[in-house]
């Protein structure tokens, strides 16, 4: 069965430095997402992504985070100048028609 | 907008004995309604949706959900707990172009008794 799958499942950084987290979302699917998921709290969307352009963002995704599809399989995201409060668990999405299929995703720790 | 409550953060119920997780929602337009599971340290795994058509939808390992319009509620039953059931349940909403994006409710932690 096709899933998504990301990389690192961790990841632990200091803060003030960048990270990138990867993506491959399942092949034939045109919408991609990233969410986050802070210790104990909602699942939050932060970005979609179709037709290699962001479609939508939330208040979240400010201008240190940002997205790319460098090639035809990865979806990254990427924070410049990671801080405390970006430690949470990040989920990559993607879907074809209707229904979101996540990946595992990574935790990410900023010390 | 949109928005999901799921009543009740944390639900135990007896091995064998019907699971009932409670999902209301509210929207400006007709939703689309779905129902993850996580298990620890894993993923969001799609359990059901209901986009259009039959309102009873069944999912995976035996749950359904019921959308009901006039209540605006999703809740998901499953007749008979299985101990691997124990995980975290989110209700989420979306719109109806398919691919937006989804709106979670806080979730619900499901433990299941021996």
């Known amino acids: 069965e096709p899933e998504v799958t990301q990389t690192p499942s961790h990841q632990v950084t200091q803060m003030g430095q960048e990270v990138i987290l990867r993506c491959v979302p399942i092949s034939n699917h045109l919408y991609f997402y990233w969410y986050r998921q802070i210790l104990g709290q909602k699942v939050e969307f932060l970005v979609s992504f179709y037709n290699n352009e962001i479609s939508e963002k939330s208040e979240i995704f400010d201008d240190q985070f940002s997205v790319e599809r460098p090639d035809g399989s990865n979806f990254t995201l990427k924070i410049r100048s990671t801080k405390l409060e970006d430690s949470a668990m990040y989920f990559c999405?993607?879907?074809?028609?209707?229904?979101?299929?996540f990946g595992s995703g990574t935790q990410l720790s900023v010390l | 907008a949109q928005s999901v409550t799921q009543l009740g953060s944390h639900v135990s119920v007896s091995e064998g004995a019907l699971v009932l997780l409670r999902c209301n929602y509210s929207s400006s337009v007709p939703p689309y309604l779905f129902w993850y599971v996580q298990y620890p340290n894993q993923g969001l795994q799609l359990l059901l949706k209901y986009t259009t058509g039959a309102t009873l939808v069944k999912g995976i390992n035996g749950f359904e959900a019921e959308f009901k319009k006039s209540e605006t509620s999703f809740h998901l039953t499953k007749p008979s707990a299985h101990m691997s059931d124990a995980a975290e349940y989110f209700c989420a909403v979306s719109g109806r172009s398919g691919n937006e994006k989804l709106t979670f409710g806080t979730g619900t932690r499901l433990t299941i008794i021996p």
């Open positions: 999405a993607s879907s074809y028609i209707t229904g979101l299929f």
